[in-house]
């Protein structure tokens, strides 16, 4: 079992930069495909970025391609989510998840329902 904990949200201007971390509890961490999620107010949640198991794969949504960067630390049990040139349509709150992969741990699951295990969010306010 999983319990994952995010932090490093904050407020910041328009064109500047954050680092999010989000912290695993269990001990299987390698086994898990984690991704980032947000959801702004009034809108439904949406997938960020996303990184296998094995760390050799990633995802990212169109409206983060080349300002947000996924990373994981198997060693520490966490995965970051580094982001830049920061847009006001970014303030959302960030949810870190994970995918268990019992096999394959290239696959970069982009589904939010493959996703079992999810922290409680940490607030990102861009402002302009």
């Known amino acids: 079992q999983e319990q994952l904990v995010e932090s490093g949200g904050g407020l910041v201007q328009a064109g500047g930069s954050l680092r999010l971390s989000c912290a695993a509890s269990?001990?299987?961490?390698?086994?898990?495909?984690m991704g980032w999620f947000r959801q702004a107010p009034g809108k439904q949640r949406e997938r960020v970025a996303v990184?296998?198991?094995?760390?050799?794969?990633?995802h990212y949504s169109d409206s983060v391609k080349g300002r947000f960067t996924i990373s994981r630390e198997n060693a520490k049990n966490t995965v970051y989510l580094q982001m830049i040139s920061l847009k006001p349509v970014d303030t959302a709150v960030y949810y870190c998840?994970?995918?268990?992969?019992?096999?394959?741990?290239?696959?970069?699951?982009?589904?939010?329902?493959?996703?079992?295990?999810w922290g409680q969010g940490t607030q990102v306010t861009v402002s302009s």
């Open positions: 998840a994970a995918s268990y992969q019992h096999s394959d741990g290239s696959y970069v699951p982009e589904n939010q329902s493959e996703y079992y295990y």
């Open positions: 990184v296998s198991a094995n760390g050799g794969r990633t």
């Open positions: 269990g001990r299987t961490f390698s086994s898990y495909a």
